[in-house]
Every structure is written in C-alpha cells, then in structure tokens.
C-alpha cells in the first residue's frame, strides 16, 4: 500500500452535504470517497496532457491528415456500419 498524507480542500456546502450522502449511502468515509476522486481526476487530467503533447509532437513533426480526409474517412466508416446494421 502507498503511504498516504493529508490535504486540505475548500468545498462548496452543497459538495460537501452530497459527499456526505455518498459516503453514508456506501458505508465509506467522505476522506476515502474525496481521496478516490482526486486520484481519478488526477490520473485522466494527467493523461489528457500527455496526450496533447503527442499531438502537439505530431503536428511539429508533420505526421498529421488533412481535414478533407478525416472527413471522407469517417463518412465511408458511417456509410459502412450503417450498411452492416441492414
């Protein structure tokens, strides 16, 4: 197990008052229930950045497709799945 620490937020009441509804509803304490979000927010806010950076690596490097192509590509995918489901 990672050792843990403390910290210190500001919560709006109404946050506050549902955090404490959740965790009543599901037998867990409001610090685990606000430690599992953080980490989840955390975890997609972080990939979301590396992703960007991939991206923005992308372009800088020219691995990109044209717009019109994109276009065209998702329209002939579409075309194809909405034949599939006849």
Not at 19 to 44: C, D, N, P, Q
């Amino acid at each position: 197990m990672t050792p843990s620490t403390t910290l210190s937020v500001r919560l709006s009441s109404r946050t506050k008052n549902k955090l404490g509804r959740l965790a009543r509803a599901t037998k867990r304490t409001k610090s685990f229930l606000a430690g599992e979000a953080i980490e989840a927010f955390v975890a997609r806010e972080l990939e979301i950045i590396e992703d960007i950076k991939k991206g923005l690596a992308d372009v800088k490097a020219g691995r990109v497709i044209p717009h019109d192509e994109v276009v065209r590509r998702t329209r002939e995918t579409i075309s194809r799945i909405l034949q599939e489901k006849q």
